[in-house]
């Protein structure tokens, strides 16, 4: 048995650099995917064996992850999908010329709800219109993010912009890269490594129905850890995340807590901070609106997992009632 490092995933199998600094590609044993479906993600830290006369290792155990980028599965009503385990940093990619500020907050909250560092990295700096264009971007978001959180601007064409992100990602260190596909997060790794190790995409005029790559690989940036483009992000459903909404909007949950009532929905109570403050223009409407939204989408899911457990339970019940009825409570 051999220790290693799940380092890319590849159709799915994952690809693990084992303590020795071989490369082999892996399954899961089978006990280890039965029943609860647990699967190595990039970042993983595994226990790997390699049969004689295999060509592929079998990956026996999974080492508790210390920080895990967990979404809803988008396929699957109400599973969680891990997509990456271990690392120390979440650097978050918005265009700086067009910064979505929904999808921007949707991000922070699954960034935060990790508990890793979070960076924002505004990318194309040289597609914005002047200098002022790039200061009002950058001032608009850092006061979205908060002061805790770091902002960056950066331009392919401006290599100590990409410098400054490569400070981040100091050696022993893994820093993973989220935001839509076409900011710009390929051509930001490939300016850190000095080559193009991660395929760059052109952006369709239309801007649909790009390809993108699927693979997933954790990339040593020289002088530097290792940083994971992670393409393909496409549905960024709320896992858990109260944590995050908590830390994404510090300031709405500031007011909460000077509501009347505890379990106020900040609709129309009496005595509600929040709406008084939106009223009072202190909150914008839109900040107010996808924050109702979140909690909003954490609540249902919580709801269909509830609902999912009652399943699970009323059919193990219904086997034993065929055995032997159930005491009435
Ligand atoms: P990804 O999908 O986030 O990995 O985005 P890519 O790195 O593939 O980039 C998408 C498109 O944006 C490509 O055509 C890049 O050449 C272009 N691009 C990337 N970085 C910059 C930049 O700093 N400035 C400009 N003008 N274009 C960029
Ligand atoms: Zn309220």
């Known amino acids: 048995m051999q220790k290693g490092r799940v380092v890319k995933l590849d159709r799915g199998y994952p690809l693990v650099r084992t303590e020795s ?17 647990v699967r190595a993600v990039i970042g993983d830290f ?32 109400a599973l969680p999908q891990v997509l990456a385990a271990n690392f120390d940093r979440v650097l978050v990619a918005q265009p700086l010329a067009d910064v979505n500020v929904r999808r921007l907050e949707r991000e922070l909250v ?16 040289d597609l914005a219109e002047d200098e002022e264009h790039v200061a009002e971007v950058r001032d608009r978001v850092r006061a979205l993010v908060g002061p805790d959180v770091q902002t960056l601007v950066v331009s392919e064409n401006d290599p100590a912009s990409i410098e400054a992100v490569r400070q981040l990602v100091p050696e022993g260190t893994v820093a993973v ?61 709320l896992w858990e995340a109260d944590a995050g909404i908590g830390a994404a909007f510090s300031d709405v949950e500031e007011l909460a807590e000077q509501c ?19 009223e009072a223009g202190d909150l914008g409407e839109e900040r107010y609106a996808s924050y109702q939204a979140l909690k909003q989408e954490t609540h249902d899911l919580r709801e269909r997992r509830e609902e999912a457990r009652r399943m699970r339970g009323e059919k193990a019940s219904d086997s034993r009632k065929k055995s032997k009825p159930r005491k009435k409570r």
Request: hydrophobic residues 35%; contains cysteine.
């Open 21 to 37: 600094g071989a490369l082999v590609r892996c399954e899961h044993a089978t006990a280890l995917v039965k029943g609860e479906e």
């Open 46 to 77: 595994v226990d790997v064996a390699v049969p004689e006369g295999h060509d592929k290792g079998i990956i026996d155990g999974i080492r508790p992850r210390t920080r895990a980028f967990v979404r809803k599965d988008p396929t699957e009503r």
């Open 110 to 125: 699954l960034a935060y709800e990790t508990g890793a560092e979070v960076t924002v990295v505004l990318t194309k700096a």
């Open 177 to 237: 890269l989220i935001g839509k596909s076409g900011v710009g997060k390929s051509s930001m790794v490939n300016m850190l490594v000095g080559a193009a190790v991660q395929e760059t995409t052109p952006v369709r005029e239309d801007g649909k129905g790009r390809h993108t790559t699927v693979s997933r690989e954790m990339v040593s940036v020289p002088g530097g850890g290792f940083i994971v483009d992670m393409p393909g992000v496409r549905g960024l459903g």
């Open 260 to 278: 009347r009532f505890r379990d106020c929905r900040h609709v129309d109570e009496p005595g509600c901070a929040v709406r008084a403050a939106v």
